[in-house]
Protein backbone atom coordinates (compact mmCIF):
# COMPACT_ATOMS: atom_id res chain seq x y z
CA UNK A 1 0.00 0.00 0.00
CA UNK A 2 1.44 3.20 -0.87
CA UNK A 3 2.69 5.54 1.94
CA UNK A 4 0.50 8.66 2.89
CA UNK A 5 2.42 11.90 3.47
CA UNK A 6 0.63 15.16 4.95
CA UNK A 7 1.96 18.17 3.24
CA UNK A 8 0.88 21.18 5.35
CA UNK A 9 0.92 24.62 3.23
CA UNK A 10 -0.96 27.99 2.27
CA UNK A 11 1.10 27.94 -0.77
CA UNK A 12 -1.20 26.94 -3.87
CA UNK A 13 1.56 26.31 -6.38
CA UNK A 14 3.79 24.73 -3.92
CA UNK A 15 0.93 22.26 -3.27
CA UNK A 16 0.58 21.56 -6.75
CA UNK A 17 4.65 20.81 -7.45
CA UNK A 18 4.89 18.65 -4.13
CA UNK A 19 1.17 16.88 -5.17
CA UNK A 20 2.32 16.16 -8.44
CA UNK A 21 6.17 15.01 -7.46
CA UNK A 22 5.32 12.49 -4.63
CA UNK A 23 2.20 11.58 -6.31
CA UNK A 24 4.60 10.13 -9.32
CA UNK A 25 6.84 8.64 -6.84
CA UNK A 26 3.77 6.61 -5.67
CA UNK A 27 2.80 8.65 -2.33
CA UNK A 28 -0.52 9.36 -1.48
CA UNK A 29 -0.32 12.98 -0.54
CA UNK A 30 -3.39 14.62 1.44
CA UNK A 31 -3.37 18.43 1.92
CA UNK A 32 -4.37 21.18 4.69
CA UNK A 33 -3.83 24.59 4.47
CA UNK A 34 -2.82 26.06 7.74
CA UNK A 35 -2.21 24.43 11.38
CA UNK A 36 -5.73 23.91 12.77
CA UNK A 37 -6.64 21.67 9.88
CA UNK A 38 -3.16 20.44 9.72
CA UNK A 39 -3.80 19.32 13.15
CA UNK A 40 -6.30 17.60 12.36
CA UNK A 41 -5.42 16.12 9.10
CA UNK A 42 -2.83 14.24 10.97
CA UNK A 43 -5.75 13.33 13.55
CA UNK A 44 -7.71 11.41 10.72
CA UNK A 45 -4.92 10.77 8.68
CA UNK A 46 -2.36 9.14 10.62
CA UNK A 47 -0.42 9.62 7.81
CA UNK A 48 3.65 8.03 7.36
CA UNK A 49 5.31 11.29 7.09
CA UNK A 50 4.02 15.38 7.67
CA UNK A 51 6.18 17.55 5.50
CA UNK A 52 5.66 21.22 7.47
CA UNK A 53 5.94 25.01 5.42
CA UNK A 54 6.84 26.59 8.27
CA UNK A 55 5.15 30.10 7.42
CA UNK A 56 1.81 29.01 7.60
CA UNK A 57 -1.08 31.07 8.74
CA UNK A 58 -2.73 30.73 12.33
CA UNK A 59 -0.84 28.08 14.37
CA UNK A 60 2.55 28.44 12.22
CA UNK A 61 4.74 25.33 10.86
CA UNK A 62 6.64 25.77 14.31
CA UNK A 63 3.65 25.70 16.87
CA UNK A 64 1.58 23.04 14.94
CA UNK A 65 4.88 20.77 14.83
CA UNK A 66 4.97 21.12 18.70
CA UNK A 67 0.75 20.14 18.79
CA UNK A 68 1.12 17.23 16.51
CA UNK A 69 4.15 15.56 18.36
CA UNK A 70 1.83 16.23 21.98
CA UNK A 71 -0.57 14.55 21.00
CA UNK A 72 -1.51 10.35 21.65
CA UNK A 73 -0.72 8.07 18.58
CA UNK A 74 0.94 10.66 16.58
CA UNK A 75 4.60 11.23 18.23
CA UNK A 76 6.62 9.24 16.30
CA UNK A 77 5.65 10.41 12.91
CA UNK A 78 8.41 11.93 11.58
CA UNK A 79 8.12 15.99 10.45
CA UNK A 80 10.18 17.46 7.59
CA UNK A 81 10.33 21.23 8.02
CA UNK A 82 9.94 23.27 4.86
CA UNK A 83 11.29 27.11 4.32
CA UNK A 84 11.84 29.74 2.72
CA UNK A 85 13.04 32.24 4.97
CA UNK A 86 16.47 30.21 5.78
CA UNK A 87 17.13 32.39 8.50
CA UNK A 88 20.34 31.65 11.24
CA UNK A 89 19.27 28.79 13.58
CA UNK A 90 16.03 28.22 11.71
CA UNK A 91 16.93 24.42 11.12
CA UNK A 92 18.07 24.02 15.18
CA UNK A 93 14.69 26.04 16.02
CA UNK A 94 12.54 23.53 13.94
CA UNK A 95 14.12 20.49 15.13
CA UNK A 96 13.81 21.98 18.67
CA UNK A 97 10.14 21.94 18.36
CA UNK A 98 10.33 19.23 17.20
CA UNK A 99 10.95 18.62 13.26
CA UNK A 100 12.70 15.49 12.61
CA UNK A 101 14.12 16.98 9.64
CA UNK A 102 15.12 20.24 7.76
CA UNK A 103 14.58 21.22 3.94
CA UNK A 104 14.92 24.92 2.48
CA UNK A 105 13.10 25.92 -0.52
CA UNK A 106 12.86 26.30 -3.18
CA UNK A 107 12.04 22.58 -3.40
CA UNK A 108 14.69 20.46 -5.07
CA UNK A 109 12.75 19.07 -7.79
CA UNK A 110 15.20 15.89 -8.20
CA UNK A 111 15.76 15.14 -4.71
CA UNK A 112 13.05 15.47 -3.21
CA UNK A 113 11.66 11.71 -3.59
CA UNK A 114 14.55 11.01 -2.09
CA UNK A 115 14.95 12.80 0.45
CA UNK A 116 11.57 11.61 1.88
CA UNK A 117 12.05 8.26 1.22
CA UNK A 118 15.02 8.49 3.69
CA UNK A 119 12.99 9.99 5.97
CA UNK A 120 10.65 7.03 5.93
CA UNK A 121 13.50 5.14 6.05
CA UNK A 122 14.52 6.20 9.91
CA UNK A 123 17.06 8.79 8.96
CA UNK A 124 16.53 11.91 11.31
CA UNK A 125 18.37 15.18 11.89
CA UNK A 126 19.28 15.95 15.42
CA UNK A 127 20.33 18.81 17.29
CA UNK A 128 23.17 19.00 20.10
CA UNK A 129 21.22 18.91 23.28
CA UNK A 130 23.31 22.30 24.66
CA UNK A 131 21.99 23.92 21.77
CA UNK A 132 18.28 22.80 22.33
CA UNK A 133 18.39 24.21 25.64
CA UNK A 134 19.22 27.52 24.37
CA UNK A 135 16.63 27.55 21.46
CA UNK A 136 14.09 25.71 23.92
CA UNK A 137 14.49 28.86 26.28
CA UNK A 138 14.25 31.15 23.22
CA UNK A 139 10.76 29.14 21.92
CA UNK A 140 8.93 29.12 25.11
CA UNK A 141 8.87 32.80 25.93
CA UNK A 142 7.61 33.43 22.11
CA UNK A 143 4.66 31.24 22.47
CA UNK A 144 3.28 32.61 25.94
CA UNK A 145 3.88 36.07 23.93
CA UNK A 146 1.59 34.44 20.90
CA UNK A 147 -1.01 33.19 23.68
CA UNK A 148 -1.19 36.79 25.31
CA UNK A 149 -1.94 38.87 21.66
CA UNK A 150 -4.25 35.73 21.22
CA UNK A 151 -6.13 36.12 24.15
CA UNK A 152 -6.40 40.23 24.00
CA UNK A 153 -7.40 39.02 20.52
CA UNK A 154 -10.32 37.06 21.52
CA UNK A 155 -11.39 39.63 24.70
CA UNK A 156 -11.55 42.15 22.07
CA UNK A 157 -13.70 39.77 19.49
CA UNK A 158 -16.13 38.66 22.90
CA UNK A 159 -16.41 42.25 23.71
CA UNK A 160 -17.58 43.18 20.23
CA UNK A 161 -20.27 39.97 20.39
CA UNK A 162 -21.63 40.54 23.60
CA UNK A 163 -21.85 44.85 21.91
CA UNK A 164 -23.59 43.07 19.24
CA UNK A 165 -25.90 40.98 21.69
CA UNK A 166 -26.90 43.90 23.30
CA UNK A 167 -27.53 46.08 20.13
CA UNK A 168 -29.69 42.83 19.21
CA UNK A 169 -31.35 42.72 22.58
CA UNK A 170 -32.23 46.77 22.52
CA UNK A 171 -33.84 46.57 18.69
CA UNK A 172 -36.04 43.63 19.66
CA UNK A 173 -37.80 45.48 22.43
CA UNK A 174 -37.46 48.62 20.85
CA UNK A 175 -39.15 47.15 17.72
CA UNK A 176 -41.83 45.10 19.70
CA UNK A 177 -42.66 48.37 22.01
CA UNK A 178 -43.23 50.38 19.01
CA UNK A 179 -45.53 47.89 17.18
CA UNK A 180 -47.60 47.23 20.33
CA UNK A 181 -49.35 50.42 20.53
CA UNK A 182 -50.46 50.41 17.15
CA UNK A 183 -51.41 46.64 17.09
CA UNK A 184 -53.45 47.24 20.07
CA UNK A 185 -55.66 50.23 18.56
CA UNK A 186 -55.95 47.96 15.53
CA UNK A 187 -57.40 45.46 17.54
CA UNK A 188 -59.67 47.78 19.77
CA UNK A 189 -61.00 49.58 15.88
CA UNK A 190 -61.67 45.60 14.79
CA UNK A 191 -63.39 45.05 17.78
CA UNK A 192 -65.53 48.32 17.79
CA UNK A 193 -66.01 48.13 13.76
CA UNK A 194 -67.23 44.49 14.49
CA UNK A 195 -70.09 45.36 17.12
CA UNK A 196 -71.11 48.32 15.10
CA UNK A 197 -71.56 46.22 11.66
CA UNK A 198 -72.96 43.15 13.60
CA UNK A 199 -76.33 43.66 12.76
CA UNK A 200 -75.71 44.22 8.83
CA UNK A 201 -72.55 41.39 7.94
CA UNK A 202 -72.99 38.54 6.60
CA UNK A 203 -71.57 35.42 7.14
CA UNK A 204 -69.11 36.30 4.35
CA UNK A 205 -67.78 39.54 6.05
CA UNK A 206 -68.00 37.97 10.14
CA UNK A 207 -65.81 35.18 8.18
CA UNK A 208 -63.19 38.01 7.10
CA UNK A 209 -63.59 40.10 10.67
CA UNK A 210 -62.67 36.78 12.33
CA UNK A 211 -59.24 36.09 10.05
CA UNK A 212 -58.49 40.03 10.75
CA UNK A 213 -58.88 39.44 14.37
CA UNK A 214 -56.93 36.75 14.71
CA UNK A 215 -54.05 37.70 12.71
CA UNK A 216 -54.01 40.67 14.69
CA UNK A 217 -54.17 38.40 17.80
CA UNK A 218 -51.19 36.28 16.33
CA UNK A 219 -49.25 39.49 15.84
CA UNK A 220 -50.40 40.65 19.48
CA UNK A 221 -48.54 37.60 20.50
CA UNK A 222 -45.50 37.28 18.60
CA UNK A 223 -44.81 41.00 20.01
CA UNK A 224 -45.72 39.93 23.53
CA UNK A 225 -43.22 37.03 23.07
CA UNK A 226 -40.33 39.27 21.66
CA UNK A 227 -41.22 41.36 25.16
CA UNK A 228 -40.90 38.59 27.27
CA UNK A 229 -37.85 37.62 25.76
CA UNK A 230 -35.77 40.77 26.14
CA UNK A 231 -36.84 40.76 30.24
CA UNK A 232 -35.60 37.20 30.50
CA UNK A 233 -32.41 37.75 28.60
CA UNK A 234 -32.03 41.05 31.17
CA UNK A 235 -33.11 39.16 34.02
CA UNK A 236 -35.67 41.47 34.50
CA UNK A 237 -38.95 39.26 34.19
CA UNK A 238 -41.08 39.73 37.14
CA UNK A 239 -43.16 37.46 38.45
CA UNK A 240 -46.87 38.22 40.13
CA UNK A 241 -46.68 35.42 42.68
CA UNK A 242 -49.95 34.22 44.28
CA UNK A 243 -51.18 30.54 45.50
CA UNK A 244 -51.59 28.64 42.38
CA UNK A 245 -53.65 25.75 41.52
CA UNK A 246 -52.28 23.14 39.17
CA UNK A 247 -56.11 21.53 39.16
CA UNK A 248 -57.01 24.90 37.65
CA UNK A 249 -54.25 24.91 35.03
CA UNK A 250 -54.81 22.36 33.81
CA UNK A 251 -58.14 22.78 33.36
CA UNK A 252 -57.18 25.88 31.06
CA UNK A 253 -54.88 24.01 29.22
CA UNK A 254 -57.57 21.19 28.44
CA UNK A 255 -60.59 23.91 27.48
CA UNK A 256 -57.52 25.98 25.24
CA UNK A 257 -56.62 22.22 23.38
CA UNK A 258 -59.06 19.79 23.31
CA UNK A 259 -60.73 20.87 19.64
CA UNK A 260 -57.30 21.83 18.24
CA UNK A 261 -56.54 18.08 19.24
CA UNK A 262 -59.83 16.90 18.80
CA UNK A 263 -59.35 18.27 14.56
CA UNK A 264 -55.52 16.77 14.43
CA UNK A 265 -57.18 13.13 15.97
CA UNK A 266 -54.94 13.41 18.66
CA UNK A 267 -55.48 12.07 22.43
CA UNK A 268 -54.73 14.64 24.71
CA UNK A 269 -54.64 12.96 28.33
CA UNK A 270 -54.41 15.50 30.81
CA UNK A 271 -54.08 13.98 34.44
CA UNK A 272 -56.40 14.74 37.08
CA UNK A 273 -54.64 16.80 39.63
CA UNK A 274 -57.34 17.98 42.07
CA UNK A 275 -55.49 16.05 45.01
CA UNK A 276 -52.12 18.05 44.33
CA UNK A 277 -51.38 21.05 46.99
CA UNK A 278 -51.60 24.78 45.95
CA UNK A 279 -48.33 25.86 44.81
CA UNK A 280 -46.39 29.17 45.12
CA UNK A 281 -46.19 30.94 42.21
CA UNK A 282 -47.32 32.71 38.99
CA UNK A 283 -49.92 31.61 37.60
CA UNK A 284 -50.28 32.78 34.28
CA UNK A 285 -46.54 32.34 33.81
CA UNK A 286 -46.66 29.06 34.79
CA UNK A 287 -49.94 28.52 32.43
CA UNK A 288 -47.76 30.37 29.28
CA UNK A 289 -44.99 27.60 29.86
CA UNK A 290 -47.75 24.55 29.35
CA UNK A 291 -49.19 26.86 26.46
CA UNK A 292 -45.95 26.81 24.66
CA UNK A 293 -45.07 23.37 25.23
CA UNK A 294 -48.58 21.77 24.44
CA UNK A 295 -48.81 23.83 21.68
CA UNK A 296 -45.75 22.32 20.34
CA UNK A 297 -46.78 18.73 21.34
CA UNK A 298 -49.58 19.47 18.99
CA UNK A 299 -47.33 21.04 15.91
CA UNK A 300 -44.55 18.34 16.03
CA UNK A 301 -47.26 15.27 16.41
CA UNK A 302 -48.80 13.31 13.62
CA UNK A 303 -51.79 13.31 13.27
CA UNK A 304 -53.94 10.46 15.41
CA UNK A 305 -50.83 10.87 18.00
CA UNK A 306 -50.81 11.11 21.63
CA UNK A 307 -49.97 13.50 24.15
CA UNK A 308 -50.08 12.83 27.82
CA UNK A 309 -49.65 15.75 30.32
CA UNK A 310 -48.91 14.78 34.41
CA UNK A 311 -47.22 16.02 36.99
CA UNK A 312 -46.43 14.80 40.87
CA UNK A 313 -45.03 15.92 43.85
CA UNK A 314 -41.13 14.97 45.29
CA UNK A 315 -38.50 15.83 47.96
CA UNK A 316 -35.28 16.84 46.37
CA UNK A 317 -32.13 15.70 47.29
CA UNK A 318 -31.18 16.56 50.49
CA UNK A 319 -27.79 19.13 49.60
CA UNK A 320 -25.42 20.13 52.75
CA UNK A 321 -26.56 23.46 54.04
CA UNK A 322 -29.96 23.53 52.18
CA UNK A 323 -33.03 22.86 53.29
CA UNK A 324 -34.73 19.97 50.73
CA UNK A 325 -37.61 21.82 49.12
CA UNK A 326 -40.73 20.10 47.60
CA UNK A 327 -41.06 19.84 43.88
CA UNK A 328 -43.60 19.53 41.24
CA UNK A 329 -42.48 17.73 38.48
CA UNK A 330 -44.73 18.30 35.50
CA UNK A 331 -44.21 15.48 32.11
CA UNK A 332 -45.30 16.30 29.24
CA UNK A 333 -44.86 13.38 26.25
CA UNK A 334 -45.58 13.66 23.21
CA UNK A 335 -45.60 10.67 20.29
CA UNK A 336 -43.62 13.18 17.76
CA UNK A 337 -41.19 14.12 15.27
CA UNK A 338 -38.83 13.73 18.43
CA UNK A 339 -35.79 15.96 18.41
CA UNK A 340 -31.85 15.08 17.60
CA UNK A 341 -29.68 14.81 20.67
CA UNK A 342 -27.64 17.45 19.30
CA UNK A 343 -30.60 19.84 19.39
CA UNK A 344 -31.81 18.73 22.81
CA UNK A 345 -30.02 22.07 24.35
CA UNK A 346 -30.29 24.32 20.87
CA UNK A 347 -34.10 24.29 20.70
CA UNK A 348 -33.76 26.24 24.08
CA UNK A 349 -32.16 29.57 22.56
CA UNK A 350 -33.87 32.57 21.80
CA UNK A 351 -34.88 32.38 17.70
CA UNK A 352 -33.88 29.04 17.30
CA UNK A 353 -35.37 26.41 14.41
CA UNK A 354 -34.38 22.99 13.83
CA UNK A 355 -35.52 23.43 10.15
CA UNK A 356 -35.35 26.09 7.45
CA UNK A 357 -37.25 29.54 8.32
CA UNK A 358 -38.25 29.57 4.76
CA UNK A 359 -40.49 26.50 5.02
CA UNK A 360 -42.67 26.80 7.81
CA UNK A 361 -45.89 27.65 7.82
CA UNK A 362 -46.46 29.80 11.05
CA UNK A 363 -49.36 27.92 12.58
CA UNK A 364 -49.46 27.05 16.02
CA UNK A 365 -51.16 24.14 15.75
CA UNK A 366 -50.74 22.51 11.87
CA UNK A 367 -48.58 19.79 11.97
CA UNK A 368 -44.63 21.14 12.06
CA UNK A 369 -45.84 24.53 11.26
CA UNK A 370 -42.94 26.58 12.59
CA UNK A 371 -43.02 29.83 14.52
CA UNK A 372 -40.79 32.14 16.14
CA UNK A 373 -38.29 30.27 17.93
CA UNK A 374 -39.16 31.76 21.45
CA UNK A 375 -41.67 29.39 22.67
CA UNK A 376 -39.15 27.13 24.74
CA UNK A 377 -36.59 30.18 25.34
CA UNK A 378 -39.35 32.03 27.28
CA UNK A 379 -40.83 28.85 28.92
CA UNK A 380 -37.48 27.63 30.10
CA UNK A 381 -36.78 31.47 31.33
CA UNK A 382 -40.08 31.50 33.58
CA UNK A 383 -39.30 28.07 35.06
CA UNK A 384 -35.87 29.42 35.81
CA UNK A 385 -37.08 32.95 37.02
CA UNK A 386 -39.38 30.23 39.54
CA UNK A 387 -36.27 28.24 40.74
CA UNK A 388 -37.13 25.73 38.34
CA UNK A 389 -35.98 24.09 35.21
CA UNK A 390 -37.14 22.79 32.02
CA UNK A 391 -35.62 20.09 29.83
CA UNK A 392 -36.64 17.54 26.93
CA UNK A 393 -35.05 13.72 26.46
CA UNK A 394 -35.97 12.32 22.99
CA UNK A 395 -34.83 9.12 21.26
CA UNK A 396 -33.70 11.29 18.31
CA UNK A 397 -35.34 12.64 15.53
CA UNK A 398 -37.52 10.60 12.44
CA UNK A 399 -40.99 12.13 10.83
CA UNK A 400 -41.76 8.54 9.79
CA UNK A 401 -40.85 6.29 12.98
CA UNK A 402 -41.86 9.02 15.72
CA UNK A 403 -39.58 8.53 18.70
CA UNK A 404 -41.46 11.57 20.68
CA UNK A 405 -40.33 13.69 23.00
CA UNK A 406 -40.53 14.20 26.43
CA UNK A 407 -40.84 17.81 28.41
CA UNK A 408 -39.55 18.12 32.13
CA UNK A 409 -40.78 20.95 33.89
CA UNK A 410 -39.59 20.86 37.76
CA UNK A 411 -40.76 24.10 40.10
CA UNK A 412 -40.67 24.14 43.28
CA UNK A 413 -44.06 23.80 45.12
CA UNK A 414 -42.99 26.92 47.16
CA UNK A 415 -44.11 29.11 50.59
CA UNK A 416 -45.20 32.70 50.20
CA UNK A 417 -41.44 33.52 52.05
CA UNK A 418 -39.62 32.07 48.69
CA UNK A 419 -41.96 34.01 46.29
P1 LIG B 1 -41.30 27.45 17.53
O1 LIG B 1 -41.98 28.75 17.62
O2 LIG B 1 -40.43 27.30 16.30
O3 LIG B 1 -42.15 26.27 17.79
P2 LIG B 1 -40.02 26.85 20.05
O4 LIG B 1 -39.01 27.61 20.83
O5 LIG B 1 -41.31 26.60 20.72
O6 LIG B 1 -40.22 27.62 18.69
O7 LIG B 1 -39.38 25.47 19.60
C1 LIG B 1 -38.10 25.49 18.98
C2 LIG B 1 -37.91 24.25 18.11
O8 LIG B 1 -37.92 23.08 18.94
C3 LIG B 1 -39.04 24.02 17.13
O9 LIG B 1 -38.82 24.74 15.93
C4 LIG B 1 -38.99 22.51 16.92
O10 LIG B 1 -38.03 22.20 15.93
C5 LIG B 1 -38.45 21.97 18.24
N1 LIG B 1 -39.53 21.38 19.09
C6 LIG B 1 -40.17 21.99 20.10
N2 LIG B 1 -41.07 21.15 20.69
C7 LIG B 1 -40.99 19.99 20.03
C8 LIG B 1 -41.65 18.70 20.16
N3 LIG B 1 -42.58 18.48 21.10
N4 LIG B 1 -41.29 17.72 19.29
C9 LIG B 1 -40.34 17.93 18.34
N5 LIG B 1 -39.68 19.11 18.17
C10 LIG B 1 -39.99 20.12 18.99
Redesign the pocket.
Known sequence: MSKTILYIEDDLSNRLLVRHLLGNAGYRVVEAVDGLNGVQAAQAERPDLILMDLGIPGLDGYETTTRIKSLAGLGHIPIIALTATAREGDRQRALTAGCDGYLTKPINVDRLPQQIAEFLNGFRETVAADEEKAYLREYNPRLVDRLEQKIKELSRANQALVHTDLMKSRFINLAAHELRTPLTALHGYIGMLATQLAAETDENTQQIFEGVNSSVDRLRGIVQDMLDITRIEAGKLQLRHSPVSLALIFNKIRRDFENVAQKRQQRLAIAEVEHMPMMWGDGERITQILR?LVS??I??TPDGGEIALNAEIFNEPATPGAEPRQLVRITLR?T????APDQQER?FESF????DIELHSSSKTDFMG????????IARGVAEAHGGSLWVESNGHDPERCPG?TFYLILPLGTPATG
Open positions: NNAKYDGIGIIYEVRGGAGLGLPS
